[in-house]
């Protein structure tokens, strides 16, 4: 499952929450969603500044809320970067380069998945 999990992190399909379908989630997925684009813009620049702590609360936070919205892909591998982290390294971007890579991808299809969803 891992390694066909990992295949379709480089598809371009959008991401939709496991909670689609809840009417009373839908509200405040939406506004998750709405926050994404930020979210990754702040995580580009902390990551280019090379500001650690910060690139590391973001990522934390993303961690947490992601299952939270129904989003367990973005749980899943902002625990894999946060792993990494764990290990202080002057090299921490040189580390974690290809799963960050990897993570706004997912960030991208998440809120290309708004569209499919709707805003209900």
């Known amino acids: 499952m891992i390694n066909e999990e990992h295949k379709n992190l480089r598809t371009k399909a959008p991401i ?8 009373g989630m839908a509200k405040i997925i939406n506004i998750f969603l709405d ?3 930020k ?10 500044e090379d500001n650690r702590d910060e690139f590391c609360k973001m990522i ?16 899943r ?4 970067i946060e792993k990494k982290l764990r290990i202080p390294k002057k ?6 380069q290809k799963n960050f890579e990897d993570f706004i991808a997912i960030l991208q299809r998440v ?5 499919v969803s709707g805003d209900t």
């Open 35 to 37: 926050e994404i684009p």
């Open 16 to 23: 939709v929450s496991d909670y689609l379908n809840d009417q």
């Open 77 to 80: 591998t902002a625990l894999g």
């Open 60 to 75: 934390h936070q993303l961690k947490g809320a992601g299952g939270g919205y129904g989003f367990t892909i973005i749980t």
């Open 91 to 96: 090299e921490w971007k040189e580390e974690i």
């Open 111 to 115: 809120h290309a998945g708004k569209d």
């Open 39 to 48: 979210r990754i813009a702040a995580l580009q620049v902390f990551f280019n």
